[in-house]
């Protein structure tokens, strides 16, 4: 079946430095790609998606490039900040049918002043 | 103005007893979907509707049975709550075509006692 494996946390980072969260995934057919980000006490809320090999999403300073020679989705971002502490999800859906969510267990990032 | 919502954030409640939560959404979807997360933060998918018929139903106990009334409103009922039933119930909704995005509530932390 469908699947998504993250790296596992925390990533704890000070302030200012390199993220990189890996992220790769199994699938029947060609997926979409998401990134979502639960900040403490709220939802999941959509941070990026790609839907094609080779498409690059981006939001907030934080990017991940559909790869599917590695079958890989890495989310990425330059210089993190304190605000940006949450739990970031991976997940896949299927190019057709109706879009449910396979989703990664989830990595948590703790970025300290 | 919330675009997915949930009622009540928090439900602690005894074993044997019976509770339901509700969600609506105002964003025009015709999908919705109840997810449960545990303590781990694993999301796993339990139900799904498109325009008020179920289209997925995943290996829930029998206990748990949604409705929608309407394609706005989808309501999750348990019976004969256990310990097991602990966790984080968020609903979501999308427009039901491969890659939509989900857009979720911010969930209902049920604690069975």
């Known amino acids: 079946g469908d699947s998504v494996t993250q790296m596992e946390g925390p990533v704890t980072l000070s302030e200012e430095a390199f993220l990189t969260i890996n992220c790769t995934y199994t699938a029947t057919g060609y997926p979409s790609l998401f990134w979502y980000v639960q900040y403490p006490g709220e939802g999941l809320q959509l941070l990026l998606k790609a839907t094609k090999a080779d498409d690059k999403g981006s939001n907030k300073g934080f990017e991940a490039t559909y790869r599917k020679e590695t079958t890989s989705f890495h989310l990425e971002k330059g210089s993190v900040q304190v605000s940006d502490s949450a739990v970031y999800f991976c997940a896949l859906t299927l190019n057709s049918g109706y879009s449910t969510l396979t989703f990664g267990k989830g990595t948590m990032l703790l970025v300290s002043p | 103005d919330t675009a997915v919502s949930q009622t009540p954030k928090y439900l602690v409640t005894q074993m044997g007893n019976d509770k339901s939560i509700k969600c609506e959404q105002n964003?025009?979807?015709?999908?919705m979907y109840w997810y449960k997360q545990d303590s781990k933060k694993f999301l796993k998918i339990m139900f799904s509707?498109?325009?008020?018929?179920?289209?997925i139903n995943e290996t829930v106990p029998n206990r748990f049975s949604p409705k929608s009334p309407d394609k706005a409103h989808l309501n999750l009922h348990i019976n004969s709550l256990e310990l097991g039933d602990s966790a984080v119930y968020f609903c979501?909704?999308?427009?039901?075509?491969?890659?939509?995005?989900?857009?979720f509530g911010n969930g209902t932390r049920l604690t069975v006692t």
């Open positions: 979501a909704s999308s427009r039901g075509t491969a890659n939509s995005p989900l857009h």
């Open positions: 964003l025009g979807h015709d999908t």
């Open positions: 509707y498109n325009n008020k018929e179920l289209i």
